[in-house]
């Protein structure tokens, strides 16, 4: 995962014309006057100085004063890691941990990434200024989206962060990582000219290139780790812009990480040095506060020395005054009023990339609550309970031996054992049994279940939302139902937070883009584009067209019964159109849209191109760019406006050129076979059409044509009783206004 030591390679801004270079580190009065670029550092400026260590002193004590919340956050990251702390008050003898939260925020988790992150793949959509579908830039923001590991690594751990903390936190950068490969090259030695010698032996070499992976980065921050100053605004750029506050993380930074920070300018080279001097004397800086993210490595059974071998470190996004001009800047902070450096905000796009929203937010402050912090008591209540049953349960097991000790003088021969004889009366002893107390503890430890999934809202389909239960033990289909689609509803209101995040991401990945990225990517192409060929090569990208990004995936699921209604009402519209032009008044009527989202949303992106073709789809190919996409190992579908004889003539020319330089040409053997099957399919068409027979056409012993079968209509809304419905509809009776009863109840609210 890169961090901040990814945003360093291009800092700089282009100098304009007539414009001067020049340092800006100097401590003079005449470097405000200067042009000043993103990468010079203006930390030994004394105005910019005396404002970051004003702004360092209220991020020291603002961290200060979030210790109660780190320690709430701390208790929580205890509760779901099966930790017992010493806020238990039964203290016996067994040690067990009953996890009821943790077991609720893994299903919060799982049900939560499944809704960002439908099956069908599509999860970026892209509107420009005309109204189109950039369907390239999706499939470049799609590939970042698998190349950052958004849903196997990112997004279930910020789901649990939300939970857990009550705030996500997302931290955007670049990687940029280059890798050595070494590979073979199979080729024949080349002659004067340059051609190759057919008659010589192939000669087998080693050669080494250099492979850049260059893509954006997602990290997930503790929220002990982010700062918002002042703690009353609602989003980062009215803390930043209009309140003229502050924005601060905190890294720990090995020495790795400081010596790259220097190579990249991100800090000064002298302040770095003496920070990595510090380190080696084993001192242990500007660190004080725990290390959380090793608490949960610890967790999982990895061990750590400590802290001493880190720094601690305030990166911090504010607005300073450079060159008569209040410009964004980012600084670094030690502690020991030691600034490490500042400049212009990296980014071209001069936004901060850090992302932070509250899971629920409060009026009046940035951070919002945990959703666990209510359940916190009912877990310490369960743990007790589960080990007063377990103990009981132990003792329920042991037998009580009850003997008169006046009539039986033997009781130290009284021993459990195999084949043991007790010389006494069976009158004077008896046995007797502790009282199975652990059964009510279980029963009070499946209350507290109970209690934490309705509090979490993790499965309201288990929990009663009706009066069915009051009136009968079993619940019928349409009670079922409707919990099913409260549950439906519940989801997708929990995560229109996190697709507000994700679509700000979405925009900084694009911005990002522009500013790294130098070379053509290829990626995975959907939509329009990559109809014809799988991978499609995308060229830099230019920031000077505004796009607006939507995160799609939480509406494609929640789109069940919405597309049910959607065909309803199109089918009443197309009927409408019978009574005249003048009924939608100029307005026509495109279904085009709506029936190629259909056709993704039921059948996904990768079969959708195969089953609905646009126009520029059903255009031939010319020959030469069919052999180029046979050459890169594609199978290409015959058009029926082809020109056979002209194709086939081509493909072999193509398919003898690749014979005599020894590669692969079943692709062109395949499709020259097609060619020639579709020549042999017109022939037959035009007999038949001599004939006087329709191509394709049956007929019956009167010479008279078969009727063809007729499609039956899309769902429409009609009375509740007779016809039925097409397959996969959703029932009536689960179409009702969820805060409603189903009819045979009586149809009053809840």
């Not at 004077?428 to 279980?442: I, R, S, Y």
């Not at 230019?542 to 065909?567: C, H, L, N, P």
């Not at 086939?648 to 005599?660: D, V």
Request: net charge negative.
């Amino acid at each position: 995962m890169a961090g901040d030591e990814d945003f360093a390679s291009r800092t700089r801004e282009r100098p304009k014309a007539g414009g001067g270079g020049g340092s800006a580190s100097d401590d003079d009065e005449d470097d405000d006057k200067r042009e000043q670029f993103r990468g010079d550092d203006i930390s030994k400026r004394k105005k910019v100085r005396d404002k970051l260590l004003k702004v360092f002193r209220d991020v020291e004590k603002g961290f200060e004063d979030q210790d109660d919340r780190y320690n709430d956050i701390r208790d929580n990251w205890d509760i779901y890691n099966c930790k017992l702390t010493q806020r238990q008050f039964y203290e016996g003898n067994s040690r067990i941990f009953v996890p009821v939260v943790h077991n609720a925020i893994n299903a919060r988790k799982t049900r939560f990434t499944n809704q960002v992150f439908p099956t069908n793949g599509r999860y970026v959509e892209v509107i420009s200024e005309d109204r189109t579908r950039p369907d390239r830039i999706a499939a470049l923001l799609e590939h970042y989206v698998r190349k950052a590991q958004m849903r196997t690594q990112v997004m279930p751990a910020l789901m649990k962060a939300g939970d857990i903390e009550g705030q996500y936190n997302l931290l955007v950068s670049w990687c940029d990582r280059k890798r050595h490969v070494t590979h073979r090259i199979t080729q024949k030695p080349e002659l004067e000219e340059g051609m190759p010698n057919e008659a010589a032996e192939e000669v087998e070499t080693i050669e080494e290139q250099e492979v850049r992976a260059m893509h954006p980065s997602v990290e997930v921050l503790s929220d002990t780790d982010v700062l918002v100053l002042p703690a009353a605004a609602d989003s980062i750029d009215e803390a930043i812009h209009d309140m003229g506050g502050s924005v601060s993380i905190i890294r720990r930074l090995s020495k790795a990480g400081i010596r790259r920070l220097i190579r990249d300018k991100a800090i000064r080279k002298d302040m770095g040095e003496e920070l990595l001097d510090e380190m080696e004397e084993g001192k242990k800086g500007p660190s004080i506060r725990k290390n959380l993210k090793k608490e949960h490595a610890d967790a999982a059974g990895i061990k750590s020395e400590g802290d001493k071998n880190h720094a601690l470190v305030y990166r911090t996004w504010t607005i300073i005054e450079v060159g008569g001009e209040d410009r964004l800047c980012e600084a670094y902070y030690g502690g020991k009023e030691r600034i490490l450096g500042a400049r212009l905000n990296p980014l071209w796009s001069d936004r901060v990339p850090l992302l932070s929203v509250p899971v629920e937010k409060i009026a009046g402050s940035f951070k919002g609550l945990a959703k666990m912090r209510n359940c916190r008591d009912l877990q310490y209540f369960a743990n007790d309970t589960i080990n007063q049953a377990a103990d009981s349960a132990g003792y329920s097991m042991m037998p009580i031996i009850m003997t008169d000790p006046e009539k039986n003088p033997r009781t130290g021969s009284m021993i459990l054992s195999m084949s043991a004889i007790w010389e006494t009366s069976p009158k004077d002893t008896q046995f007797a049994q502790f009282p199975p107390l652990w059964e009510k503890g279980f029963e009070l430890v499946n209350a507290c279940k109970a209690e934490v999934s309705q509090t979490l809202n993790v499965s309201p389909a288990a929990i009663t939302q009706g009066v069915g239960n009051q009136l009968k033990s079993k619940r019928n289909q349409a009670e079922i139902a409707q919990e099913q689609m409260i549950d439906i509803l519940t989801t997708a209101d929990s995560v229109t937070v996190v697709e507000d995040i994700l679509s700000q991401m979405l925009a900084l990945f694009l911005e990002l883009d522009h500013q790294y990225r130098e070379d053509e990517v290829t990626v995975r192409a959907m939509g329009d584009t990559g109809r014809k060929a799988n991978f499609e090569k995308i060229p830099p990208i230019q920031m000077d067209q505004k796009y607006q990004f939507k995160w799609y995936g939480v509406e494609q699921t929640r789109s069940a019964q919405q597309m049910q209604q959607q065909i309803s009402f199109i089918n009443v519209v197309t009927n409408m159109q019978q009574l005249g032009p003048d009924v939608f008044r100029g307005y026509k009527l495109n279904l085009q849209p709506f029936v190629t989202q259909g056709f993704e949303n039921v059948f996904g992106p990768r079969l959708t191109p195969q089953i609905w073709e646009t126009p520029q789809d059903q255009m031939p190919l010319p020959a030469a760019e069919e052999n180029h996409l046979l050459e890169l190992g594609h199978e290409v579908e015959t058009h029926p406006e082809d020109e056979d004889q002209q194709h086939i003539m081509i493909h072999k020319q193509a398919a003898q050129q690749l014979q005599q330089q020894g590669q692969q040409t079943r692709q062109h053997n395949i499709h020259i076979w097609m060619h020639m099957q579709q020549m042999k399919r017109k022939q037959q068409a035009q007999m038949q059409q001599m004939m006087g027979q329709p191509p394709g056409g049956q007929q019956q012993g009167g010479g008279q044509k078969k009727p063809q079968p007729q499609a039956r209509p899309g769902a429409q809304n009609k009375m509740p009783r007779g016809g039925q419905g097409p397959a996969g509809m959703i029932p009536r009776d689960q179409m009702k206004d969820p805060h409603m009863m189903p009819g045979k109840i009586g149809g009053g609210r809840l």
